[in-house]
């Protein structure tokens, strides 16, 4: 079986693991108990969180640790959107088709039910969002912007930090998911100019199930986990020390392997588009050509079942992903491909390929030789 599928999730790396190892067993302790297990769990969190902190350029207290990076985006939006409200008034939310849906239904939800107005950005042909949308959607009621540095399904990676400073020229805050563009792309804070920037764990070869939020100083939040005093009163509950401390040696390791993982993974990311396009009839790029996640391949064929298509490929051996949800009977096309503009007969055949650290040119080649003899074979089924 070969794995092409690392926007998915991502092993966790050896070393990784092996720094986790002590904080299960030997130095099990509570990092809010005042003896000696106690401070020995709060000093691996402190250098977790400051190891975080070298890599985003920031200060160690304006990190937090989450469960996950759908958590640091509901608490980024949900957290930023109440307290700005309650501060001064401010109710209007601005995001775009093409968020995760930890944003989008955080977005929706603050909307239906916590009376919010969301407006969404307008997109160009590659899915990035337009800046100059952002500047005209801006007015003094505006409370916040969401817009993902790279998108997970087409791989477009956005332009952060222009978008950051029109926000701030407009005194509103700008929240970026990073999660997917962690692995590979520069999440220098100063550099991007954000507020808030949500991390997962598992998409750079950490552990699955933490995460984290960078909050610049003096941006209020309201704490959506109440209780103990925990990462600064903003996020309730004894914190998952082994893990905590696998996701920042896992984001350390990304940012200093960045340049080796990026040449590893291009070129055989290049060679899967050029194939594809080539071998494949009625079969298009999606996201940007150049501006794109250095691992990541997506594309949509025209009158093929993408859920088909990733169940023989499955068979084949390789585990891919495509953007439609995966509903029997019933598929619907993916938002972020239909806000593309892609008709139906063309948006319910996606695919994604996302590379990483085991992939090869030998992986490679055994997939491009066999997608378009599947290609076909589901178009024949129809
Ligand atoms: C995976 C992903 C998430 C969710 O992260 P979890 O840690 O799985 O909750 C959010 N946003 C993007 C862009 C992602 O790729």
């Given at each position: 079986m070969i794995y092409l599928d690392y926007a998915a999730t991502t092993p966790i790396d050896p070393r990784v693991f092996d720094m986790m190892l002590p904080y299960f067993r030997e130095?099990?302790?509570?990092?809010?108990?005042?003896h000696r297990y106690g401070q020995k769990a709060e000093t691996a969190i402190e250098s977790a969180r400051e190891k975080v902190a070298a890599v985003l350029h920031?200060?160690?207290?304006e990190i937090i640790f989450t469960s996950c990076g759908s958590e640091s985006d509901n608490l980024a939006l949900r957290g930023a959107a109440l307290a700005r409200r309650n501060a001064s008034g401010e109710k209007w939310i601005l995001t775009a088709h093409t968020e995760h849906h930890a944003v989008s239904k955080t977005a929706i939800q603050l909307e239906k039910e916590y009376g919010f107005q969301l407006e969404w950005l307008d997109l160009d042909e590659f899915g990035a969002v337009m800046p100059v949308s952002l500047s005209k959607a801006v007015c003094k009621d505006t409370a916040l912007a969401s817009v993902m540095y790279?998108?997970?399904?087409?791989?477009t990676i956005n332009p952060i930090s222009e978008l950051a400073e029109i926000a701030k020229a407009n005194n509103i805050l700008f929240h970026t998911d990073a999660v997917q563009a962690a692995a590979y792309l520069d999440v220098n804070v100063e550099k991007l100019g954000v507020d808030l920037m949500s991390l997962g764990?598992?998409?750079?070869y950490g552990p699955k199930g933490v995460g984290a939020l960078y909050i610049r100083k003096g941006t209020k939040l309201i704490p959506h986990l109440t209780g103990g005093g925990q990462e600064f009163s903003l996020r309730a509950g004894t914190q998952n020390v082994p893990y905590i401390v696998g996701f920042a040696e896992a984001l350390s390791l990304a940012s200093e392997e960045r340049g080796q993982r990026i040449a590893h993974v291009k070129p055989l990311r290049d060679q899967i588009i050029g194939r594809v396009l080539e071998e494949i009839p009625d079969a298009l790029l999606t996201g940007h050509p150049e501006n794109r996640l250095p691992n990541h391949a997506s594309f949509v064929f025209k009158d093929v079942d993408g859920n088909l298509l990733l169940q023989l490929l499955d068979s084949a051996g390789f585990a891919c992903s495509s953007g439609?949800?995966?509903?029997?009977g019933n598929p619907e096309p993916s938002e972020v491909i239909t806000s593309l503009g892609y008709s139906r007969d063309w948006a319910l055949g996606s695919l994604r390929i996302t590379l990483g650290v085991d992939s090869t040119p030998e992986h490679v080649d055994m997939f491009v030789n066999t997608l378009p003899g599947l290609v076909e074979k589901v178009r024949e089924l129809k």
């Open positions: 130095s099990f302790g509570n990092p809010s108990s005042i920031c200060r160690a207290d790279a998108n997970n399904e087409i791989g764990g598992h998409k750079f439609s949800a995966c509903k029997t």
